[in-house]
């Protein structure tokens, strides 16, 4: 085995598939934090790294080549069964093609709606805003979110809904 400051190669089949780097390397050079890299191996979207004579991750060219598609998908917002979905696709099978661009119109589909939504919230937000300037003795924006929380029903045991704001 070689070690350098940037690399620790052991060897496996063909230059793109030698297992080079450690993950905070692997992290660096596709962008997605180590913390991500553990998590995409745990939801399966990554395979589990190969571990070296020193216990350490290790990955490849091809691994960092794949978390680097994994980060472009999520900066698409794709959810991880989406990418998971697209991952699993053959860039030189056209039966796959059509799989991804069904994937691809179901995401834009929840964009178009959540886009919807925010502008729904824009506009709640906005008349919210509309309701002080800031003149009176009482602001009347957080008089308006008491009278909110004083309207939402009472729910006791539940856990709150997701994280989304709409």
Do not use: W
């Not at 178009?112 to 939504?117: C, F, H, K, N, P």
């Not at 729904?120 to 300037?133: P, Y």
Request: charged content about 30%.
């Amino acid at each position: 085995m070689h070690t350098s400051p940037m690399h620790t190669t052991v060897t496996r089949t063909d230059s793109f598939h030698t297992l080079t780097y450690r993950i905070s390397q692997a992290a660096l050079l596709s962008g997605v934090t180590p913390a991500n890299i553990r998590f995409y191996e745990k939801e399966k979207l990554f395979r589990s790294a190969v571990r070296g004579d020193n216990s350490y991750r290790m990955y490849s060219d091809a691994d960092v080549h794949q978390l680097r598609f994994v980060r472009a998908c999520r900066a698409l917002d794709m959810s991880l069964d989406e990418v998971r979905t697209l991952l699993g696709l053959d860039l030189n099978n056209k039966l796959d093609c059509a799989t991804a661009r069904d994937a691809l119109d179901q995401h834009l589909a929840h964009v178009r709606s959540r886009l919807a939504e925010l502008k729904a919230l824009e506009k709640d937000l906005k008349a919210l805003r509309g309701r002080c300037d800031g003149l009176d003795s009482t602001c009347h924006i957080i008089e308006a979110l008491h009278e909110r929380a004083d309207s939402l029903p009472k729910k006791s045991g539940l856990a709150p809904a997701g994280k989304r704001h709409v």
